[in-house]
Every structure is written in structure tokens, then in C-alpha cells.
Nanobody
Framework: VQLQASGGGLVQTGGSLKLSCAAS????????MGWIRQAPRKERDFVAS????????YYADSVKGRFTISRDNAKNTVYLQINSPKPEDTAVYYC???????????????WGQGTQVTVSS
């Protein structure tokens, strides 16, 4: 499956941003989808994941209450709504897909190219 992330950019604290990730070449509804981020000089960190049906959603503690993951299986797209961003949310955000495994890990089978999110205070 091929993944194409978009929607990143510069946002101020208190603002909002919505990332999108369009999938192609596979059966989208078969995949757990996730968002992983990597800040400069840091390892990749789990942000959020969503089950195949969308009924299960999982978040890193650092983003709970501010970020919302969702998916539209008819459009083969997963989203990440970012509200009340903080400067520490600045990172490259990757969408990723896998058929199974832990919802809280950064281990995925397929990765998009990443989209930069920069939060200014």
C-alpha cells in the first residue's frame, strides 16, 4: 500500500491543523493506521492509531485531549486533527499502515513520506 500524507505547515499555539493521509494500492479497511512523529535529533514517537473499523482509537499521553485520529474507509484516508498545538509538537509527521500488532508501537509495515508540522509560540 502507498501512503501520501499532506496538510502540514506552520501553526501557532492555540491554533489547529488537520493532517490527511491518502492510501492506494491495498485494501485500506484491512489496515491499522497510525501517525508517528519525529522531531529533530530525536527518535520516532507514537502519536495515535486507529483500528480497521475506526472503533478503536489510541493516543500517546502527550497528545490526549488535543489530537483526534479518524478514518474514512470509503475515501481510503486517515486524518489527524491537531488542536491546541504546542511547540513541542513540532516534528515530521508520518502516517503508517499495518495489518496487526500493537496499537501503541511505532512498528509499521508501510510508511508515507511525512509532512512537517511547525508550531510557533
Amino acid at each position: 500500500v502507498q501512503l501520501q500524507a499532506s496538510g502540514g505547515g506552520l501553526v501557532q499555539t492555540g491554533g489547529s491543523l488537520k493532517l490527511s493521509c491518502a492510501a492506494s494500492g491495498g485494501t485500506f479497511s484491512s489496515y491499522v493506521m497510525g501517525w508517528i512523529r519525529q522531531a529533530p535529533r530525536k527518535e520516532r514517537d507514537f502519536v495515535a492509531s486507529i483500528s480497521q473499523s475506526g472503533g478503536g482509537k489510541y493516543y500517546a499521553d502527550s497528545v490526549k485531549g488535543r489530537f483526534t485520529i479518524s478514518r474514512d474507509n470509503a475515501k481510503n484516508t486517515v486524518y489527524l486533527q491537531i488542536n491546541s498545538p504546542k511547540p513541542e509538537d513540532t516534528a515530521v509527521y508520518y502516517c503508517a499502515a499495518k495489518l496487526g500488532g500493537s496499537y501503541l508501537s511505532t512498528r509499521y509495515d508501510y510508511w508515507g513520506q511525512g509532512t512537517q508540522v511547525t508550531v510557533s509560540s
